[in-house]
């Protein structure tokens, strides 16, 4: 899996099994999924042929699964819980009276382990509860009119089930209780830049962290002078043993290592894939030893 923003769109990328539960959703295999911010006077006539034409202008045909919002992706909230990945963009319009108006919250959870499609539907159903369990504790009502869910999954099959008390199942529970509130602050504060990134950490305790490339206390953890761009590196685990390595973990098992990996934090090469975040990690290779001769 692969995910970059290109302008008002999140973009997905990998060879998926999903889910989604937006326009022109459904179940099948796709490469390309995304949510994309509309703009705030944009016509609701013709959703399904915004879609298409988000899908060719990516140059991904009809081979995606897209959902459409008035939420700037700036405002964009991605969390990392082991092998889940949980993208959320949400906001909700206060009419004067007081009662919520129209809003969307579009939520995208990405598993590296793959599902049976029985449990992409139920990792859907998992993630809308979440949604309103965190809407109800906020004091607000449970959704908006618009709201969507993609869940999607990649690799072997190793669950058959994704209910709230399974693996993947509270994972995906604990992010979305963790993103929504954040998602809905971003965008009511109005003065957010750039999108958040949050990894539930197990050090010093089980919590949530928010990473942040700016005054960064463990800097630099490679090297001087190195790229903070992908601190969270989107090839992970890319299982190339001239990168990294497999290391025994007491609690998980054999985990991918890569903490001697400094590819992408290589000046030269993260701004080659800020420029080009469709290069294959082989090609970035190829790039690194070509800038070195």
Known sequence: MRYYLDSDTLFVRGAFRAASTGISGGIRSVATLFNHTVPADWSHAEPAKEIELI??????????????????????????????????????????????GAGTINIIVYSSEGMEDSALLETIMVATEAKTEAMLAEGRVSGTPTDAVIAACEGEIKHQYAGRITGPGQRVRDAVLKGVPEALRRYESGTIKEPAFFIYSRFQGEHWVEWSPHNCP???????????????????????????????????????????CTLLHEPAVADYLIKNPDAPLAELVRYRMQQKK
């Open 218 to 260: 463990y800097y630099p953890c490679h090297f001087p002078g190195q790229a903070c761009d992908f601190c969270y590196c989107p090839f992970y685990p890319c299982k190339d043993e001239t990168l990294g390595e497999w290391s025994e973990s007491l609690t998980f098992g054999r985990v991918w290592n890569c903490s001697r």
């Open 55 to 100: 899908a060719a202008a990516a140059g991904a045909g009809r081979d995606v699964l897209g959902l459409l919002t008035a939420v700037p992706i700036r405002n964009l909230c991605v969390l990392q819980y082991d092998f889940i990945t949980v993208f959320v963009t949400a906001g909700i319009r206060q009419e004067p009276a007081g009662e919520s």
